[in-house]
């Protein structure tokens, strides 16, 4: 579980977390479940290969408020011939309801923007990570 602290500035004018914030929350978990598994995503920006993200859909569930400390659980769910499906989760923390959920298509592009095949070496680490999620400690 990523820990992420809502700040002011994730907030709206009534203190209640906006709604693009899932979207950088769900970036970094994404980022942070790549890096637990050894995978440098600007290694493979330098190599030409690049993730966009292709599809988002997230629910808004209940409210979080500044200051809370958030749980986000991220998993990769799929792994296809040019795209990764991750799922996102966000509790706050001593509660297990759920906040927001979501879910999160990547696709390989070259630097044209043509879609890549994901190389076998990547698939082969990535599929190490395929739906145990993230947990750091």
Excluded: Q
């Excluded at 769910?77 to 989760?89: E, N, P």
């Amino acid at each position: 579980m990523l820990h992420i602290r809502v700040y002011y500035e994730d907030t709206d004018c009534a203190g209640v977390v906006y709604y693009a914030s899932y979207l950088r929350y769900f970036e970094r978990g994404r980022v942070e479940f790549f890096r637990d598994l050894g995978i440098s995503v600007s290694d493979y920006h330098d190599k030409g290969l690049i993730f966009v993200v292709t599809n988002v859909e997230v629910e808004y569930i209940l409210p979080g408020r500044y200051d809370d400390l958030l749980l986000l659980d991220t998993r990769l769910t799929d792994i296809s011939g040019v795209t990764l499906t991750f799922r996102h989760s966000v509790t706050k923390e001593g509660s297990e309801k759920e906040l927001a959920r979501g879910s999160v298509v990547l696709a390989l592009v070259n630097r044209d923007g043509k879609p890549v095949r994901v190389p076998e070496e990547l698939r082969r680490v990535l599929s190490r990570g395929l739906d145990k999620g993230y947990y750091r400690h």
